[in-house]
């Protein structure tokens, strides 16, 4: 039997371990804000975390890290089209 986070530590040391903080609908709310803005300070700040601890789980958690990576290119390819547009953001 084959354990997902296998090698990493259990509990409080387990750096991928759900915080109650953490959830499902602020994940999708930061992704949301990141992909109108680009904008991580201000995706963390709607979500009511520090920015720096999201920065922590975008390198801990490579799925987290693609959506975001993602959601910032889709920001910029909206920013683009409005500049091309000659509308500002």
Do not use: H
Not at 19 to 42: D, F, I, K, M
């Amino acid at each position: 039997m084959s354990r997902k986070n296998e090698g990493l530590p259990t509990g409080q040391d387990n750096p991928l371990r759900q915080s109650p903080r953490w959830t499902a609908a602020r994940r999708e709310t930061y992704l949301a804000v990141l992909r109108e803005t680009g904008n991580q300070r201000a995706a963390a700040e709607a979500i009511g975390m520090d920015r720096t601890t999201l920065q922590r789980r975008r390198r801990l958690d490579a799925a987290f890290d693609r959506a975001c990576r993602e959601a910032i290119a889709a920001a910029d390819a909206r920013l683009e089209v409005l500049r091309a547009r000659g509308q500002s953001p």
